[in-house]
């Protein structure tokens, strides 16, 4: 129920972004996201395609998926659940992130919030699940929220480089989703 309604309003967000910007093409979506005059409906775009990628990666308040889908999931499909699927749904945040909302305080302190939520969220349900397969789900969790938390300070610019996004941020979270996906 959670993937298919986040796939449904990532679609109507989508739909909202072809509208305002007339592209969908990630390489295109920078210049014309510069140039859009109507700044509600790139943020109403990109809400929704927050919350269906957020439903992916498993992002508080849309985690409530992965610590049922964990312990009745074959070891296999668990890990896949872990190590790919999220990393999809934190893949898409990254690109709505840096295409659409560059150094967007607004939009990386709510990510940022996100992240930090999600992140302790997961720490303290692992902390009480006496069931390994669920303590795994919370924890990769948690660590989906340490990647949104890197996502968000996107928007804050690196000491002494005004106007450019925090490439050390960037490296971070690339560093960090591949090491969960790998040890998962």
């Known amino acids: 129920a959670v993937a298919v309604l986040g796939g449904l309003v990532m679609l109507m967000g989508i739909f909202l972004l072809q509208y305002e910007l007339g592209t969908l093409k990630i390489s295109e979506l920078s210049a014309a996201a510069a140039e859009c005059a109507e700044k509600k409906t790139l943020y109403a775009a990109g ?32 890990a896949l659940l872990s190590g790919i699927l999220t990393k999809t749904g ?70 002494g480089e005004p106007g450019r996004q925090n490439v050390l941020a960037m490296y971070g979270v690339f560093l960090h989703m591949v090491n969960h996906s790998l040890i998962k």
């Open 47 to 78: 809400v929704c395609m927050l919350f269906g990628f957020g439903a992916k990666a498993g992002m508080f308040p849309l985690h409530i998926w992965l610590p049922k889908a964990h312990p009745v999931a074959p070891a296999p499909a668990s």
């Open 90 to 159: 934190i893949y898409g945040i990254l690109i709505i992130t840096c295409r659409l909302f560059p150094l967007d305080a607004y939009w990386c302190r709510l990510v940022l919030a996100l992240g930090v939520i999600t992140m302790f969220g997961g720490a303290l349900l692992a902390v009480f699940s006496i069931d390994l397969k669920r303590t795994l789900a919370c924890s990769s969790m948690s660590q989906i929220g340490f990647i949104l938390v890197g996502i968000g300070m996107l928007g804050f610019p690196a000491a």
